[in-house]
């Protein structure tokens, strides 16, 4: 079973700037696909941005230009760099990651709070 530990939420002002990082508690061999979802109360939770094994990505179309996913092999490390954040981008922010052994099976983290506010 891969554990994920999300870090990195917090508070912050519209127009500010977060980094999520999402860290697995053992080395992930075989990676599928990486992942950051986000979910608000009483709705479905949704994509943000994907990195797949090819190293192709794709964003929402709401997030576009404003955030950045990455990873570092070295330190097996993702990250979701947030930019020119706003109220709507209020979340819980969830890691993803899907192996090639099984991509049908999704491991999550716990999840960090996002919150845009003045």
């Known amino acids: 079973q891969v554990q994920l530990v999300e870090s990195g939420g917090g508070l912050v002002q519209p127009g500010g700037s977060l980094r999520l990082s999402c860290e697995p508690s053992r080395r992930i061999f075989s990676i599928y696909a990486l992942g950051w979802y986000r979910q608000v109360p009483e709705k479905e939770r949704e994509l943000v941005a994907m990195l797949n094994s090819g190293s192709q990505i794709n964003y929402a179309d709401s997030v576009k230009g404003r955030f950045t996913i990455s990873r570092d092999d070295a330190k097996n490390t993702v990250y979701l760099q947030m930019n020119s954040l706003k109220p709507e981008d209020t979340a819980v922010y969830y890691c993803?990651?899907?192996?090639?052994?099984?991509?049908?099976?999704?491991?999550w983290g716990r999840g960090t709070q996002v919150t845009v506010s003045s």
């Open positions: 993803n990651a899907r192996l090639v052994t099984d991509p049908r099976i999704d491991y």
